[in-house]
Nanobody, 129 residues
Framework: QVRLVESGGGSVQTGGSLTLSCAVSPKTYTTGCLGWFRQAPGKERKGFAVISTSGAWTWTDDSLKGRFTMSRNIPENTLYLRMLSLELDDTGMYYC??????????????????????WGQGTQVTVSS
């Protein structure tokens, strides 16, 4: 059973920054895709960044490039999301997820909720003016 635990959410003002973490256990998974999703109030959960477990293949939504950077600590099996210049529209619940059915280059195509089988509990990000 895969367990994902997000942390690092909080309340910030516009223009501020946050770094989210997602600890994945067990550490024995060597293939699959890890992704970040977010769900704004009243809206559907939407993927915006995915990385293969090797770190070689990534995808980030074009609208967030330059502000959001995803990275992974492979030995610790931890996924990170550095968020800069936060905007009001960035408010929402942020989730990390794992897709063991896919891997490698295919991870760059995986961004739908149904592609991912394991989910964390989410961490709230609130941006205010």
């Amino acid at each position: 059973q895969v367990r994902l635990v997000e942390s690092g959410g909080g309340s910030v003002q516009t223009g501020g920054s946050l770094t989210l973490s997602c600890a994945v256990s067990p550490k024995t998974y060597t293939t699959g895709c890890l992704g970040w999703f977010r769900q704004a109030p009243g809206k559907e959960r939407k993927g915006f960044a995915v990385i293969s477990t090797s770190g070689a293949w990534t995808w980030t939504d074009d609208s967030l490039k330059g502000r959001f950077t995803m990275s992974r600590n492979i030995p610790e099996n931890t996924l990170y999301l550095r968020m800069l210049s936060l905007e009001l529209d960035d408010t929402g619940m942020y989730y990390c997820a794992f897709a063991p059915r896919y891997g490698g280059q295919d991870c760059a195509q995986r961004r739908d909720v149904q592609d991912f089988d394991y989910w964390g509990q989410g961490t709230q990000v609130t941006v205010s003016s």
